[in-house]
């Protein structure tokens, strides 16, 4: 009937403690027959569909059965409320429709000893079941006292402690083999835990290599600890699982750290996966819930609403500078990415770059680029006590504290981001705001440092283009007229003229006469330097431009042609041949 095995613990915490640790309103008790005192030992999806008439009386005993996807008003709830008081469940929760449990069903639990809970309808199943086990792993005996004392959810404590138990370095993973915590480096690392360190997670490569190996299939189909030994790359390890009850929270690796693993380093894993349970699913329930709504305010403070400073971690009487990444993995194929235009909605000030965060194409790149934001926030993190970091589709935001007087709080972060080896890295400041309310401003300046260097490197050579940053003072002129043209944009759509009818041929037939105009705008109309840049001789630029003089009109010796080209082609350059950014 139940689509977890139950941990068959004899005793456990009482329901009481059990709800106590949840959010408020999350589950309301209906009727508690033998009160909220009862043991719990275990949390579980319950399938009526899965009911037999052999179960045993107490086949659920102590267990808090979840009846997904049955409303307290429905008329099959009276049947799996009794079914669950005939199998000793502690409690089964249901749904609260708009109409709240039937009379029948309430005058039923009464007389039996299944307590009925109902959930309420803001609140999903997953979350429902997170929060119980975590609760119930929270509740649970502490363990050995090497490892007992640790603030829940405190997993860089927990390495730590476990290091000084197994004589190790040791990481803590999630089931996806994404690095949660670390211990402290006291030697230098193998080169495989500094990649896994830095990328913050295992190297693919590595991940499939396990995994071909039937590594991970026995660590995930035992209890036990698992040894990996040493060979000419990389040093001995040992790995555990974490679980509850059947499901995997995560693993334990220690790897020697400049010395041998201690003889009963496999024993003191045992000891740490046990004590960890609490902690992974704290983290797992709580701690990502804590990091989303932590983020979720970072972007609401950036779009203006500086009521969520606190909630941000940011001091409203302290100045910060806004500073915005964007990093690529470094091939030179880019691909606009849709998903990363629409961070911000514009309802900060001066609303968000729609001119397109780039992000290169396929699955690894997109990896790369992230595990390259993870390793900036690392920095950022290292950098100033109270930066906060924040990230938004492929790009990274970092609120950087400035002290009294100082201008320019990120020059030393800036310079650290050019530092990302084999990946291109693009990063700009804004000015020091004074307050909250400074910081879309700030953000908005960044932002546009970030396009002025990203239309720096699409104006290079192929292969050329490596990591800029730069702060907003720095790149006024070119940001400026970045703000003009997206105020002229939408004006420029409906108009028409030499330039315009240019465009057009060229986006129709392939041609490349804008091409050649604007070169030769940029080369200050410099035939012989513009040449270069095109990589054609001069006497066919000549060419060029005397055609797209005779066919559409647009001569560079006329200023006001001239200024129309400079408009219209920087704007052309926004939509590539094929797509429509407007």
């Known amino acids: 009937m139940a689509t977890h095995e139950p941990d068959r613990r004899e005793t456990g915490p009482s329901l009481e403690r059990i709800l106590g640790l949840t959010d408020p309103g999350m589950l309301d008790v209906v009727v508690a027959p033998l009160g909220t005192g009862v043991p719990v030992t275990d949390v ?226 045992r000891t740490a996966a046990r004590a960890a349970v609490p902690h992974l699913s704290h983290h797992q329930t709580w701690g990502r819930a804590a990091g989303r709504a932590r983020e979720g305010a970072v972007h609401a403070l950036l779009r203006g609403d500086v009521r969520s400073a606190q909630e941000a971690g940011v001091a409203a009487d302290r100045p910060y500078a806004v500073v915005v990444a964007e990093a690529y993995d470094g091939r030179g194929e880019a691909a606009y990415d849709e998903q990363g235009a629409e961070a911000y909605d514009g309802r900060g000030a001066g609303g968000y770059d729609r001119r397109g965060a780039e992000a290169y194409d396929g699955r690894g790149a997109v990896r790369a680029g992230r595990r390259v934001l993870d390793v900036l926030a690392l920095q950022a993190a290292a950098y100033r006590p109270g930066c906060v970091t924040a990230r938004s589709g492929r790009r990274l935001y970092v609120l950087v504290p400035a002290g009294d007087g100082e201008a320019d709080p990120a020059r030393t972060l800036l310079a650290s981001a050019r530092s990302v080896p084999r990946d291109v890295v693009l990063v700009g400041a804004g000015p020091v705001a004074a307050g909250p309310a400074g910081l879309p401003a700030s953000r908005e300046a960044a932002e546009l440092v970030v396009r002025v260097l990203r239309e720096r490197a699409a104006r290079l050579p192929a292969g050329e283009a490596g990591s800029a940053v730069a702060a907003y003072d720095e790149v006024v002129p070119e940001a400026t007229v970045l703000r003009l043209l997206d105020r002229v944009e939408p004006l420029w759509g409906s108009l028409s003229g030499p330039v315009h009818a240019m465009v057009e041929h060229d986006r129709a037939h392939g041609s490349a006469y804008g091409d050649s105009v604007t070169a030769y705008l940029d080369a200050s109309c410099d035939t012989g330097t513009a040449a270069r840049r095109l990589n054609v001789h001069p006497n066919t630029l000549r060419y060029r431009l005397r055609r797209a003089r005779e066919l559409f009109g647009v001569d560079p010796a006329d200023p006001a042609v001239r200024l129309l080209a400079e408009i219209g082609l920087r704007l052309a350059a926004r939509r590539p041949h094929g797509t429509d950014r407007r």
């Open 44 to 269: 579980v999806l319950h399938d009526p569909g899965e009911e037999r008439e052999d179960d045993g009386a107490r086949a659920a005993a102590g267990l808090v059965l979840l009846a997904v996807g049955v409303d307290a008003a429905s008329p099959g709830a009276l049947d799996v409320l009794r079914a669950a008081d005939r199998a000793g469940a502690a409690a089964v929760v249901m749904r609260r429709g708009a109409r709240g449990p039937r009379a029948e069903l309430v005058e039923a639990a009464g007389r039996g000893r299944t307590a009925l809970l109902t959930r309420r309808p803001e609140q999903g199943w997953t979350e429902v079941l997170g929060r119980l086990r975590t609760a119930l792993a929270h509740s649970a005996p502490a363990g050995a006292d090497g490892v007992a004392g640790l603030r829940t959810g405190d997993l860089s404590g927990l390495a730590n402690t476990v290091a000084d138990l197994v004589g190790g370095a040791i990481t803590i993973e999630d089931p996806q083999s994404r690095v949660l915590a670390y211990s402290r480096l006291d030697h230098e690392p193998d080169p495989m835990r500094r990649v896994t360190i830095l990328g913050q997670e295992v190297p693919r490569w590595r991940v499939d290599e396990l995994r071909e190996s039937g590594f991970f299939r026995t660590l995930w189909s035992t209890e036990d600890v698992v040894r990996l030994p040493a060979d000419d790359r990389y040093a001995e390890r040992l790995a555990i699982a974490v679980r509850h009850g059947s499901e995997v929270l995560g693993s334990i690796w220690a790897a020697a750290d400049g010395r041998p693993l201690a003889e009963d380093a496999a024993a003191a894993l």
